[in-house]
């Protein structure tokens, strides 16, 4: 007998392609294949805040939207991310309001009389008025108007006040004036003496303490930290070292203590380009100087307008470092190229930011850090977050849309704001508006709904443990899930579609509800599979906080501890002693047992965060948020107050109805005095109040109401005799 040897094996032949991951690349204006320079790591930059104000929606749409797609990239395609983000500490922004906040503290401090008040207040509108005449934008010359006019008032409020010899309402007179005026004057003042301030503290308080404020609004948000934080302020010696190697390469100048890039040496260069990103921008002075800053009036030191500043020299009542240059500070642009360079080296995988910022600042960056390595390709993949719209306007303090985080999440959890976000794509525009917000808010109540539902099943017979066995039930089931995941990978690939991936989780959870009408309590491991997939997805997505690996959202968990499996089993102890209980009152006289019951569920329990709804055969018990149930009562409460106000206005109407019909149709005029002065002999108006005849064409028209009202009138008395 020959000896027997193992057959050849055939690979299996790959019948479809499965889709690879594409993201929108503002570089080529369209969708690339993302591959990392380097294997699996990817070296990933977010251009972060300038921070000299409270956080706005804005920035939540930007650094929520790239959360998102780190976690994605990161929890489901596995990629090994180093996640670098910037502070912007030094800013012309920064140093203007921190100037302003200075001297206007300094200002309330100081000893003034009243005549000193009302004549800073009276410089105050004169150097306004000019500001406003100035002024481009409309929405800003009307606010800045309406600024100016409160202030006249509170000075005329203010002088009559004096004259009054009021002292507490002198006082508060004054306040008010100090108040309403305290931006003109914070302006004015530095306009004044911004020159005057010198202590560099006074221009690093301020940013710290809006960073900090930035980074508790994104813990709020449920954002992620960034692996790697730069501020500006910590690398000024870096900065310098890095703008000396672009002046080495021949691409940057010494002007009058201040450094400027060489655009047209650079674009001039065979191996580079400059304005990559907005080619049709090149030559955009305008926008080149508002990347400058206000602060900036270089325009006799440069050697053209298109070149830009990479170091500033410093002002009196500005900040300063030494510097081979002379003093002064960083410029906007290089700090991003230098902190993210020293980071990351000579090449980003990705780059982040809002769409507003591609040129001139990334353009900018791309122009320094390709003249420092003096070579090109800096960035591999350049992602812009689209505008941020409220209501379908763009966000603007003037137009009072002006919306903070804080204040956002005042009117909505972090949940529901992010759940708006994955409803749009991150690339397009994304309107902030009650109709976006009540999206989001009926999307999370779904998977809600849908988590809450499938928990109880579980606990009620459609166990994980197996010996269901294979019934078409299951099948189905499985089959969609595993079609669901398909489509939910190929809408993560197209450009993370986080919107395509939703609608395919939805698709899942009616699957599951039709699966809990049609089949009996068994053991199911395809439904706690399907929940178990959905959360996950959504866990990947930010909204699901915790560990990985249960399902439905976490209710009140601290310290690793599962409330919902706390308390459960005595919710559902107490769940059988009410259906008891019931059983018990309808056996017998039970009408004041079944109200305490239904005390029970409708007051008792929705306090201590629990919804109990009777079935046909039994109560389901679902733990919801405390906040949640009550909304739904007071809402019940309205609707109910609502249903009860209709009804009494349907009855008084038809009251109303009624005591017209009883009403003379020779008469229904005659009390109208204060329309009419005379009548004929069927009660008819002829004449107006003012004794004025009546035209032909009123005159038809009442002749019309007076039969309409005859018509009712003789029901009337048809029905009194009936009776």
């Known amino acids: 007998m020959s000896k027997r040897i193992q057959p050849a094996w055939s690979p299996p032949v790959r019948n479809k392609e499965r889709p690879v991951l594409k993201l929108y690349n503002s570089l080529s204006r369209q969708k690339e294949e993302f591959i990392p320079a380097n294997g699996n790591r990817v070296n990933w930059y977010s251009c972060g805040p300038t921070v000299y104000d409270a956080s706005h929606m804005g920035h939540a749409r930007s650094y929520m939207s790239f959360d998102i797609l780190r976690r994605v990239m990161a929890n489901y395609f596995g990629y090994d991310i180093l996640y670098v983000m910037n502070i912007t500490d030094i800013d012309d922004k920064i140093i203007k309001r921190a100037r302003q906040k200075y001297l206007y503290e300094k200002y309330l401090k100081e000893p003034r009389n009243l005549n000193d008040t009302i004549d800073d207040a009276v410089n105050v509108i004169n150097y306004y008025e000019e500001a406003v005449k100035n002024a481009e934008d409309p929405d800003k010359k009307k606010m800045m108007q309406k600024t100016l006019d409160e202030i006249a008032a509170s000075v005329k409020a203010l002088k009559v006040a004096i004259e009054s010899k009021d002292n507490e309402r002198i006082k508060n007179s004054r306040c008010d004036l100090l108040t309403s005026a305290k931006s003109p004057i914070s302006d004015w003042l530095d306009y004044k003496y911004g020159e005057t301030v010198t202590d560099n503290a006074i221009f690093t308080t301020l940013p710290r303490y809006w960073e900090n404020e930035f980074h508790k609004d994104m813990k709020a948000l449920n954002v992620l930290p960034p692996d790697v934080l730069t501020r500006v302020s910590e690398y000024v010696p870096k900065i310098i070292a890095y703008i000396q190697k672009i002046i080495s390469n021949g691409f940057a100048y010494e002007s009058n203590g201040s450094v400027y890039f060489n655009v047209s040496e650079f674009d001039g260069n065979e191996r580079h380009h400059y304005a990559r990103l ?120 003037s137009l009072k849309n002006f919306i903070t985080i804080s204040d956002a999440l005042k009117r909505h959890t972090a949940r529901q704001l992010r759940f708006g976000f994955l409803l749009h794509g991150w690339k397009e525009t994304l309107d902030y508006s009650e109709n976006t917000m009540e999206m989001a808010i009926q999307t999370e109540k779904q998977f809600n709904e849908f988590f809450l539902t499938v928990k109880d099943a579980l606990r009620s017979g459609y166990d994980e443990g197996c010996g269901g066995g294979w019934e078409p039930e299951e099948q189905r089931l499985f089959a969609k899930l595993s079609m669901v995941k398909e489509q939910v990978h190929a809408a993560l690939c197209d450009n993370i579609d986080t919107r395509g991936a939703i609608d395919a989780l939805r698709e899942l959870v009616c699957a599951c509800h039709v699966y809990l009408r049609g089949a009996r309590a068994r053991p199911s491991p395809a439904l706690a599979a399907a929940a178990r997939y959905v959360t996950d997805v959504l866990h990947v997505f930010g909204v699901v906080e915790g560990p990985r690996g249960g399902i439905g959202f976490p209710v009140g968990d601290a310290d690793g501890v599962s409330l919902e499996e706390t308390v459960m089993p005595y919710l559902e102890a107490l769940s059988a002693f009410r259906e008891r209980v019931r059983e018990a009152a309808r056996a017998g006289q039970g009408g004041e047992v079944l109200a305490l019951c239904d005390a029970l569920r409708d007051r008792v329990l929705p306090d201590l965060g629990v919804r109990l709804e009777d079935k046909p055969d039994r109560t389901v018990v679902k733990l919801v948020s405390k906040e949640e149930l009550l909304k739904e009562r007071e809402e019940k409460k309205r609707l109910e107050a609502e249903k009860q106000r209709k009804k009494q206005e349907l009855l008084e109407a038809q009251r109303l109805k009624e005591e017209q019909k009883k009403i003379s149709p020779a008469e229904m005029f005659r009390k109208e005095t204060d329309k009419y002065s005379k009548f004929d002999e069927k009660g008819l108006p002829t004449h107006d109040h003012e004794g004025k005849e009546l035209s032909k064409g009123l005159l038809k028209k009442l002749q019309k109401l007076q039969q309409a009202q005859e018509k009712k009138y003789n029901e009337y008395l048809t029905s009194i005799n009936t009776c």
């Open 278 to 397: 907005v080619p049709e921008a090149y030559g955009d002075t305008k926008s080149l100087q508002e990347g400058e800053g206000d602060l900036t009036d270089d325009a006799a030191e440069k050697r053209s307008p298109n070149d830009f500043a990479l170091w500033k020299r410093s002002k009196a009542g500005e900040p300063s470092w030494d510097s081979p240059w002379g003093a002064g500070r960083p410029g906007w642009h290089i700090e991003c190229s230098a902190m993210a360079s020293d980071v990351c080296e000579n090449k980003l995988d990705i780059h982040t930011g809002g769409v507003d910022l591609k040129f001139p600042h990334h353009d900018n960056e791309l122009a320094q850090s390709e003249a420092h390595f003096d070579e090109p390709g800096w960035v591999n993949y350049f992602l812009h977050t689209g505008h941020l719209m409220i209501a379908g306007c763009k966000m603007s303090k």
